[in-house]
């Protein structure tokens, strides 16, 4: 996909990734095609990282999440289901 890796504050903070690839109100501004946000519940610190993204597409198993104010697309489910079917289906795409 060519894509980018970005992270929340919970996920920098848990020590799952470098504080480097924070997005939101204390890190990172981004302004991508797509930002898929995977587990990402909207907290407006968040939201002002990813604000200018051209496309927002969500995956949390909350149906009141936050995220899926500002995002085009969403889908509420556990993304532990959604990850490898996505994965699967964009391998598909890539052959």
């Known amino acids: ?3 980018q ?3 929340s504050r ?3 903070d ?3 990734v470098s504080p480097t690839l924070q997005v939101g109100q204390t890190g990172k501004k981004v302004t991508p095609e797509l930002y898929l946000a ?3 519940t909207g907290a407006s610190q968040h939201i002002a990282g990813i604000s ?3 496309n927002i597409a ?3 198993n909350d149906a009141d999440a936050p995220i899926f104010k500002h995002c085009r697309f969403g889908i509420v489910e556990d993304y532990k289901k959604v990850v490898p079917l996505l994965r699967e289906k964009l391998a598909e795409l890539q052959k």
Request: aromatic share 4%; proline share 0%; hydrophobic share 70%.
């Open 38 to 40: 995977i587990a990402i």
């Open 58 to 60: 969500a995956i949390n």
């Open 10 to 12: 919970a996920a920098c």
């Open 52 to 54: 200018e993204a051209k």
């Open 14 to 16: 848990a020590g799952w």
């Open 5 to 7: 890796l970005a992270a």
């Open 1 to 3: 996909m060519n894509a």
